[in-house]
Each structure stands twice: as C-alpha cells, then as structure tokens.
C-alpha cells in the first residue's frame, strides 16, 4: 500500500465564537491510501484545544502512512488498527481512509462494515455561535425554514444574560426547533446550579459539558441536581473517561478524532447502552470526508450533532448531504463521498 497526504485550509463560512476562543479557519490534512488501483481517504484537521497544529498532523501521518507500507493489503491492516502513540485524530483518519478502501474493496459501503444493515441517517443539531441575539434569531429562522429542527446554541458569554436573551430569540423565531446548549466548560458549580433552571424553563433539552473540563467528579454531582440533561464532552474524551462517568451522566459526547475512530466510538456505544448514559455523536469543523465516518454511526446516537461541514464557506467533499437537516450515509462503497471538481456546480 502506498499513502500521499495533502493539506488545505478550511474556511468557516462566518467566524465561529464560543467560550473560549473564536474560529475562522482551520487546516486539514487528507490520507489518501492506495492499493491496486483503489484509494481510501480520510481526514484529519487543527485543533489547538488538542494541540494538534498543521506540521505536527503532516508529522504524524506521514509516520503512519509509512507504517501502513509494511501490510500487504488494507483489510490486514484494518484488522490490526496500528495505533501505536498517536494522536486519536491521526487513528481516526487513517482508520477511515482504510474502511473507506475496504469498503471499495468488497463493494459495500462502511456501515455495513461497521455492524449496520442499513444506511443511517440523522437529524442533525446545526451550531448557532456566541452572536447577538437578533442575530441568533435571524439564523435559527433560517435554520428552521431549511428544515433544521435541531439547534445548538453556544454559550459562555462573559454576561451569563446575554445567553439567556440569545437562546429566547432562538426559541421564538424556531418555536418547534429541539434547543441543546453548548458552554465548553464556561460556568462554574454555582453558576451552573443557577442557570440550569432557567434554561429548563426556556425548553432547553440538554446541556453540553457545563463545568470546565478535568473534575468529572464534580460534573457527575451536577448531574444528579441538575433538571436537565447533561451530556459530557470534554470530559469525556477516552473509553476509561466515559467509563468513570456512564450513568452518573445523562450523555457522553463521542468524536472520532478524540476517541479514537469508528471502532473506539463502537466500544463506547457499547459500553453506555442501557446504563442510562445516552450517546451523542459529535465532530470537529471539518470536510464532509471527515464527518463520513461518523454518519456511518448515526444509528447508534440519541444526539447527533454532525454539522462541522455545514460551518464551511465550501466544503471540498460531497456525499451526506446535510442542508435540509438531516445527514444521511449512502450504499455506495466506502465512504460514499468524493471531491468535488473545481468550477463545477454539484447538486448531490
């Protein structure tokens, strides 16, 4: 097998604002494995809360890409999922760039690789940043015009009641849009046994990761006073992560590129079912080649929160759609996505 990367940079279609930082644009790295005149893709991409900036993924899978030389053909190397010291991110690309050659191989798409009869699909939740609240209004109406019936409100803002007033404006101008809250670890303990109630009354259905990431403990106390749902994030990154937490918390949020891959979100989902712990399937800003694995998994997750390639300006990969709400995995083989042709306009 013979592996190439490329880089580019994807741009947001607006700056992105949550709690701690604002987001323009961001680099991703594409794994392109090739094997008997077939390749498999996948993607990685920046992210300085994991620490991972261009050079360092460049760095990364290349070393894996040489690694995959030693392997006769790609369903070897599926089987043994060489993840050695790397990144979670670095694992994930390189493990769909793989399903997405052996799934090309034996002409079946990768969720039936993965355990599924049938293609999924899912509503997804759509991001709303920290913006003002007309502005916020403006977008969850278009949202819902669209046919978005999940949204996703960031908060964290240095005035707690300019989040309140956003996710009002959200819930007048989308009155049937299911609403979920995303501080990224903003509040504190006390804060958070203040607002919850509040953002209860405004229909809010759960809530994201409310207490700084590092103290599970004290989010599993949150969770057994809180009159909402609360879903862990960022303190829920690795298998032993959610294992300290399943059914002290309402939900873990799993993404590929933190956990580790498709078969490490599979082992999670396994691990959570029936323990009252539901399974949201996040993901980072990324291309549609890289939210393509995670689609494939739709089926597991309560929560599907799928939307990184819908923040894009242009996304450089079509094939799981995603503008009227909802993301769907195809029957093609593999991934089902490909790239797009430059200067040429795709309706798929």
């Known amino acids: 097998m013979k592996a190439t990367l490329r880089t580019v ?4 279609a607006e700056p992105l604002r949550i709690s701690r930082s604002t987001m323009a644009a961001r680099d991703a790295v594409w794994l392109t494995v090739e094997h008997e005149d077939l390749t498999g893709h996948g993607e990685a991409v920046t992210s300085v809360y994991y620490g991972l900036d261009t050079a360092e993924l460049e760095r990364q899978l290349y070393e894996a890409g040489l690694d995959l030389g030693r392997f006769g053909d790609p369903e070897n190397a599926l089987r043994e999922r060489p993840a050695g010291d790397r ?6 690309a390189v493990e769909a760039a793989l399903l997405d050659l052996c799934g090309k191989r034996s002409g079946v798409p990768v969720h039936r690789l993965l355990g599924a009869r049938s293609a ?11 913006v003002p609240a007309e502005r916020a209004a403006a977008q969850a109406r278009s949202l819902a015009e669209s046919g978005f019936t999940v949204i996703k409100a960031k908060a964290g ?11 009002r404006a959200i ?4 009155p049937r849009a299911r609403l979920l809250l995303d501080p990224n670890g903003a509040w504190t303990s006390a804060q958070a ?7 209860a009354e405004l229909g809010v259905e759960a809530v994201e990761q409310p207490l700084a ?25 690795t298998y032993e992560d959610v294992r300290r937490l399943v059914g002290r918390v309402h939900g873990v949020n799993v993404k590929l590129a933190k956990c580790g891959g498709p078969y490490a979100a599979l082992r999670i989902a396994e691990l959570v079912e029936g323990s009252g712990t539901d399974l949201m399937l996040g993901c980072l800003t990324a291309s549609t080649l890289g939210l393509a694995p995670a689609v494939h998994l739709a089926d597991r997750a309560r929560w599907a929160d799928l939307d990184g390639h819908l923040l894009l ?24 996505v490909r790239e797009r042709q430059v200067g040429r306009e795709d309706a798929a």
Do not use: C, K, N
């Open 9 to 12: 940079r994807l741009a947001l």
């Open 87 to 92: 990144p979670p991110a670095v694992t994930a």
């Open 120 to 130: 999924p699909s899912a509503r997804t939740a759509r991001t709303i940043g920290i």
């Open 157 to 167: 803002a240095p005035d707690p009641e300019d989040d309140l007033d956003r996710i």
């Open 171 to 174: 819930a007048s101008a989308a």
């Open 193 to 199: 046994l203040q607002l919850l109630p509040r953002y």
């Open 213 to 237: 990431p590092g103290d599970p403990e004290a989010l599993a106390r949150l969770a057994e006073r809180s009159p909402l749902p609360l879903i862990a994030d960022e303190d829920a990154v």
């Open 313 to 336: 300006a242009d996304d450089p990969w079509t094939g799981i759609g995603g503008t009227d709400g909802v993301v769907r995995a195809s029957d093609l083989p593999g991934l089902g």
